[in-house]
């Protein structure tokens, strides 16, 4: 399930994408526009900005923007950084690989290919750019 950090995470992106114009807009703004508790975003920027994914200007007219063309922002990359793995187990996960304790063979766990199969369908879909999802 993805939890609500990584879904306002995204909105806060989509937000971004669709208003700023080049002029920065305030986590004041970004919360209360997409109804995300303040304190709970203003975690989420903090993530999103230590990874390059939006930066922030200072001063009266200053707030958030993002550090990258929308382009280049996937929602599997914003999930990553809020959550972790994609992966509903962790013997699948390409970026955060570990082995299943109980398995004896992962070549032949029924399980882990149906789950295979199940994260490859879906980071096809959530390595779609923000500019890909504008028009949802």
Known sequence: M???RAKYAIK???FLNEYQDNKPI???TISSEERIPYKFLENILRDLKSNQIVKSIR???GGYVLAKKPSEISVAQIMRIIDGPIALIPCVSEKFYEPCLECED???CRIRKLFAMVRTEMVHILDKSIT?????
Do not use: N, R
């Open 59 to 61: 001063g009266a007219e």
């Open 12 to 14: 806060t992106i989509l």
């Open 106 to 108: 992962e070549e032949t």
């Open 26 to 28: 305030s986590a004041k």
């Open 132 to 136: 890909d999802l504008a028009g949802l």
């Open 2 to 4: 993805l939890s609500k």
